[in-house]
């Protein structure tokens, strides 16, 4: 699977997939794709957790119910997700021991294998945020995940105990 | 102490001088510039008797040379009755607006009205395209401008507008307008791209679209991809938009004020219902 990613402010994701490859995203990211590409939706596409308590675990978190697996077959095919707010698409490799949390609407999609759950969650008080609290997506397991994070993206490495305040809105990866 | 600032000059003066520089500069006639990066605006300089047509509404600035007439056939459009009524069914407005350069060069801008790219399109007799439905930005009188693809995606979808299409055919020089980066593909005679319809930026007239469903009920009732997608089928070039406004609406939505009795009314402002 070959991936590119397209343009600079508002960034495009294209895989080039070769038949058999396949990856997942929560229902309603899709932005393009070609005749080769098979859609599959359901609470448990991509292997992720398919139980009613990591489905509305999900959906808590932000996400959606239901994932659509994407696989390409009978040919290579291919398979785009646009950013929805001017922005990054970073590359991300999962392993065991390098998971990542991620903004509510951060993630765009990522090899099966790479399991995507609820990782933390506050509220921050009635009215904040349309009263809806603030939560960020955990991204573990094994694979390859793409993440859009919304306007410049600065990275700090942070040293055991080091601190960093920041305004919840902006708050991509950590 | 004291601020001091440059007197001020007339603005007609001004802008004189700087229409006057850039034909010296530059030449020719009704030379188009597109300036800026993320939220382009198309500039205009044009001699007398240059003439463009656009949407009523569409114009961002011009100098004093330039003369507007309004009517329902400004640009040699259609004015009849369909052609009307075809125009405003495909999102467009019923009156067009023709501005002239009179007496003099002239000035005239339409901005972007999202972040994204304008494109100067020439279109002739067989090389006509389609256009999403928020994308004309103006045009030279020969090119029409008509509804060229229209269908209901059922109640309640895209604020249950539907999807529609505008045609540019004729002879002339088009400027369009897509949003986000614009990523172009060639398709092969038979070759389909399946697009989340919001995407679907402008095609060439040879490339045919329809509407299909997502295959599979499961897809269709659970998918969130919206229950259809808009099928391109070559031979042609398509031109697909990354930002959509029913994403940006989505996007910002939660960050709005709610008003209990208009709830959910703002994804219906947004995308013009």
């Given at each position: 699977?070959?991936?590119?990613?397209?343009?600079?402010?508002?960034?495009?994701?294209?895989?080039?997939?070769?038949?058999?490859?396949?990856?997942?995203?929560?229902?309603?990211?899709?932005?393009?794709?070609?005749?080769?590409?098979?859609?599959?939706?359901?609470?448990?596409?991509?292997?992720?957790?398919?139980?009613?308590?990591?489905?509305?675990?999900?959906?808590?978190?932000?996400?959606?119910?239901?994932?659509?697996?994407?696989?390409?077959?009978?040919?290579?095919?291919?398979?785009?997700?646009?950013?929805?707010?001017?922005?990054?698409?970073?590359?991300?490799?999962?392993?065991?021991?390098?998971?990542?949390?991620?903004?509510?609407?951060?993630?765009?999609?990522?090899?099966?294998?790479?399991?995507?759950?609820?990782?933390?969650?506050?509220?921050?008080?009635?009215?904040?945020?349309?009263?809806?609290?603030?939560?960020?997506?955990?991204?573990?397991?094994?694979?390859?995940?793409?993440?859009?994070?919304?306007?410049?993206?600065?990275?700090?490495?942070?040293?055991?105990?080091?601190?960093?305040?920041?305004?919840?809105?902006?708050?991509?990866?950590? | 102490?004291?601020?001091?600032?440059?007197?001020?000059?007339?603005?007609?003066?001004?802008?004189?001088?700087?229409?006057?520089?850039?034909?010296?500069?530059?030449?020719?006639?009704?030379?188009?510039?597109?300036?800026?990066?993320?939220?382009?605006?198309?500039?205009?300089?044009?001699?007398?008797?240059?003439?463009?047509?656009?949407?009523?509404?569409?114009?961002?600035?011009?100098?004093?040379?330039?003369?507007?007439?309004?009517?329902?056939?400004?640009?040699?459009?259609?004015?009849?009755?369909?052609?009307?009524?075809?125009?405003?069914?495909?999102?467009?407005?019923?009156?067009?607006?023709?501005?002239?350069?009179?007496?003099?060069?002239?000035?005239?801008?339409?901005?972007?009205?999202?972040?994204?790219?304008?494109?100067?399109?020439?279109?002739?007799?067989?090389?006509?395209?389609?256009?999403?439905?928020?994308?004309f930005m103006c045009?030279?009188?020969?090119?029409?401008?008509?509804?060229?693809?229209?269908?209901?995606?059922?109640?309640?979808?895209?604020?249950?507008?539907?999807?529609?299409?505008?045609?540019?055919?004729?002879?002339?020089?088009?400027?369009?307008?897509?949003?986000?980066?614009v990523v172009q593909?060639?398709?092969?005679?038979?070759?389909?791209?399946?697009?989340?319809?919001?995407?679907?930026?402008?095609?060439?007239?040879?490339?045919?679209?329809?509407?299909?469903?997502?295959?599979?009920?499961?897809?269709?009732?659970?998918?969130?991809?919206?229950?259809?997608?808009?099928?391109?089928?070559?031979?042609?070039?398509?031109?697909?938009?990354?930002?959509?406004?029913?994403?940006?609406?989505?996007?910002?939505?939660?960050?709005l004020p709610h008003?209990?009795?208009?709830?959910?009314?703002?994804?219906?402002?947004?995308?013009?219902?």
């Amino acid at each position: 699977m070959e991936t590119k990613i397209i343009g600079t402010v508002m960034p495009v994701l294209e895989l080039n997939m070769q038949p058999g490859d396949k990856v997942f995203a929560e229902s309603g990211q899709l932005s393009w794709m070609s005749m080769a590409i098979q859609m599959m939706t359901s609470t448990s596409a991509g292997g992720q957790q398919g139980g009613l308590f990591s489905a509305i675990g999900r959906m808590a978190a932000g996400g959606t119910l239901f994932m659509t697996e994407y696989t390409a077959g009978g040919g290579p095919g291919l398979l785009a997700f646009a950013a929805k707010l001017p922005g990054q698409v970073l590359p991300m490799e999962i392993a065991p021991g390098h998971g990542y949390l991620v903004h509510r609407h951060g993630f765009m999609c990522a090899t099966p294998g790479v399991q995507f759950s609820i990782g933390f969650q506050q509220r921050l008080g009635a009215g904040v945020f349309g009263g809806t609290g603030f939560r960020m997506q955990r991204l573990q397991g094994q694979g390859q995940a793409w993440v859009e994070l919304h306007g410049e993206v600065v990275t700090y490495d942070l040293q055991p105990g080091n601190t960093l305040r920041g305004a919840p809105g902006p708050r991509g990866d950590v | 102490m004291s601020i001091t600032r440059e007197p001020s000059r007339p603005p007609d003066t001004v802008i004189a001088e700087a229409i006057r520089v850039r034909l010296l500069r530059e030449g020719g006639n009704l030379e188009p510039k597109i300036l800026g990066t993320v939220m382009p605006v198309l500039e205009l300089s044009m001699q007398p008797g240059d003439k463009v047509f656009a949407e009523s509404g569409q114009l961002a600035w011009m100098s004093m040379a330039i003369q507007m007439q309004t009517s329902t056939s400004a640009g040699g459009q259609q004015g009849g009755f369909m052609g009307v009524l075809g125009r405003a069914v495909a999102g467009g407005t019923v009156f067009m607006t023709e501005y002239t350069a009179a007496g003099g060069p002239g000035l005239l801008s339409f901005a972007a009205k999202l972040p994204g790219q304008i494109l100067a399109m020439d279109v002739a007799p067989g090389a006509g395209y389609l256009v999403h439905r928020h994308g004309f930005m103006c045009a030279t009188p020969g090119v029409q401008f008509s509804m060229g693809f229209q269908q209901r995606l059922g109640t309640g979808l895209l604020g249950g507008t539907g999807f529609r299409m505008q045609r540019l055919n004729g002879q002339g020089k088009a400027w369009v307008e897509l949003s986000g980066e614009v990523v172009q593909y060639d398709l092969q005679p038979g070759n389909a791209l399946r697009v989340h319809p919001g995407h679907v930026g402008m095609y060439q007239e040879s490339v045919q679209l329809s509407i299909t469903t997502v295959p599979g009920i499961k897809n269709a009732f659970f998918g969130g991809d919206g229950i259809f997608l808009a099928s391109l089928t070559g031979p042609g070039r398509v031109w697909l938009q990354s930002m959509t406004i029913q994403h940006l609406a989505h996007a910002i939505q939660e960050y709005l004020p709610h008003n209990e009795a208009g709830a959910g009314s703002v994804i219906n402002i947004l995308s013009g219902s």
